[in-house]
């Protein structure tokens, strides 16, 4: 295994499946990329991400691959993103703390929703954000405030207050991909379509911004979500398992 800085190389392995590299290619940015440890070995890839603190890692490549990577990947703890294939020979390595089966869902025609009034969100509301995000089930695990500096966070208030909110988790015009996340609203206002409508609204300021690949991540068990996804244009394009995971002792 061996250290990669080369983008073009980089960007090469990853374009071999855009559907599954839309995170990854959005931290080929600057600002972003140097937040990044990636390594190759062949034709696979693993990409560790220290710019927030569940540390996301993810690999391209077959179980084979993926077991060469992850034997000698200098990361003790991190948050794998695995496809199933990958998932076996991940767990010679680390052992999960929680496996969530997710889905990855790509916009396919977009459906925008209205009726629902909604507000752009800065970094001056990140306290108001966070706060949020602390009423339940690990909402905006994947959060880091300088994500609001790309300009797509949306919320919903209700007498004052900030009930729910929407935006992406990264954003490359560059690369011309995006990704919807940290989505949430707050449990006493569930069940009234505002996730719908959030995600409506930051899909359309992503499409007015000219990112044609935008997608997100959702639970596979989350069907009332991914009902709600569907509504908006999001097809699954495919299944894999994330969460905190350790690495084994030797």
């Known amino acids: 295994m061996i250290k990669l800085t080369d983008k073009n190389e980089i960007r090469r392995l990853l374009n071999r499946d855009r559907d599954w590299s839309l995170y990854a290619l959005a931290d080929l940015d600057d600002g972003l990329f140097e937040q990044c440890d990636w390594f190759g070995h062949g034709d696979g ?32 703890s991190g948050w794998p993103n695995l496809l199933p294939d990958q998932l076996a020979a991940a767990r010679e390595f680390y ?3 929680d496996c969530r089966p997710m889905r990855r869902m790509i916009l396919d025609s977009f459906r925008p929703v209205d009726g629902v009034a909604t507000e752009p969100l800065t970094r001056a509301h990140c306290a108001e954000i966070e706060s949020l995000y602390a009423t339940g089930d690990g909402g905006g695990t994947a ?27 990264v954003v490359s ?7 919807v996340g940290n989505i949430f609203t ?18 359309g300021a992503l499409l007015e911004a000219g990112i044609p690949t935008i997608g997100l991540n959702v639970g596979d068990g989350n069907a009332a979500a991914i009902h709600a996804y ?21």
């Open 95 to 97: 052992r999960f703390e």
């Open 186 to 203: 707050h449990p006493t206002f569930r069940g009234q379509g505002l996730a719908q409508a959030l995600t409506s609204a930051v899909v």
């Open 143 to 169: 959060f880091g405030p300088f994500q609001l500096d790309d300009g797509f966070f949306r919320g919903i208030r209700r007498n004052g207050q900030l009930i729910a909110a929407a935006g992406t988790q």
């Open 45 to 76: 890839l693993v990409l560790v991400f220290r710019g927030i603190a569940i540390r996301p890692i993810f690999v391209i490549g077959d179980a084979a691959a993926t077991r060469e990577l992850l034997s000698t990947l200098p990361a003790e």
């Open 173 to 179: 015009r560059r690369e011309g991909v995006a990704a």
């Open 230 to 250: 569907e509504r908006v244009g999001f097809r699954t394009r495919l299944e894999y398992f994330e969460g905190p995971a350790v690495r084994l002792k030797s």
